[in-house]
């Protein structure tokens, strides 16, 4: 079964430091997306970056860089030099495609807090 | 351009009562799904309307349904309410139904249960 794992809860770092979220995914299929949002306390899911199963480029935009690796079926979000806007809930997803559908498999969210 | 839109904001209804949840997707967005958030957990996807037809369906009882109108706007249904459909309801619109369309995420309407 399709299933995206992140196991850190809630992060907490101090701003300007670099922070990492995990992610980890669980697929039968070969052709698939990874997507990451970010969810403010407004509650709307911002979509962030989507990478599909054939590319393994790292991406980097600006202070945010994502790591894929389907050796370990990870897709890791990188915020260098993190600031306190970049507070909020950070969602992993994987899209799942049938008959001509798809939907997206959320992970379970990690809670980022940035402290001045 | 006005974005994903959802009304109401916030709602609160009591168990057993019906309810009615409205979205309306992104300038020139053809396709609407829709999630279910619980609190301090991801999206679950409840179901996916493209062409006014239920394309896919997640793991949700039948006393969840939905329609989608000519104009590609979209409504939520449930039925005989439980505490258990408190959550945010999450509308998102995308152009067509491939997996690597990008989905537009509306602010979502807050569901109490009481």
């Known amino acids: 079964a399709q299933k995206v794992t992140q196991a850190q809860t809630e992060i907490s770092v101090v701003e300007k430091e670099d922070v990492t979220l995990d992610c980890v995914y669980e697929?039968?299929?070969?052709?698939?997306?990874l997507f990451w949002y970010k969810q403010p306390p407004s509650g709307e899911l911002v979509f962030l970056i989507r990478?599909?199963?054939?590319?393994?480029q790292n991406e980097i935009s600006g202070r945010y860089s994502w790591n894929f690796q389907k050796s370990t079926s990870s897709f890791n979000f990188t915020i260098t030099a993190s600031q306190v806007v970049d507070s909020a809930v950070y969602f992993c997803?994987?899209?799942?495609?049938?008959?001509?559908?798809?939907?997206?498999?959320f992970g379970s969210g990690t809670r980022l807090l940035v402290r001045p | 351009d006005a974005g994903v839109t959802q009304s109401p904001t916030h709602l609160i209804k009591t168990r057993g009562q019906q309810v009615t949840l409205r979205c309306s997707p992104k300038?020139?967005?053809?396709?609407v799904s829709w999630y279910q958030q619980a609190l301090g957990q991801g999206p679950q996807f409840i179901f996916q309307?493209?062409?006014?037809?239920?394309?896919q369906r997640g793991n949700f009882p039948d006393r969840f349904s939905g329609h989608q109108f000519p104009n590609y706007s979209s409504e939520l249904n449930v039925n005989a309410l439980l505490l258990g459909d408190s959550a945010l309801y999450l509308c998102?619109?995308?152009?067509?139904?491939?997996?690597?369309?990008?989905?537009?995420f509306g602010q979502g309407t807050r569901l109490t249960v009481v």
């Open positions: 998102a619109s995308s152009l067509g139904t491939a997996m690597n369309t990008e989905a537009f």
């Open positions: 697929t039968r299929d070969t052709t698939y997306y």
């Open positions: 990478r599909n199963s054939f590319d393994e």
């Open positions: 997803a994987l899209s799942e495609a049938r008959d001509s559908s798809y939907k997206l498999i």
């Open positions: 300038s020139g967005h053809d396709t």
């Open positions: 309307y493209y062409e006014e037809e239920e394309r």
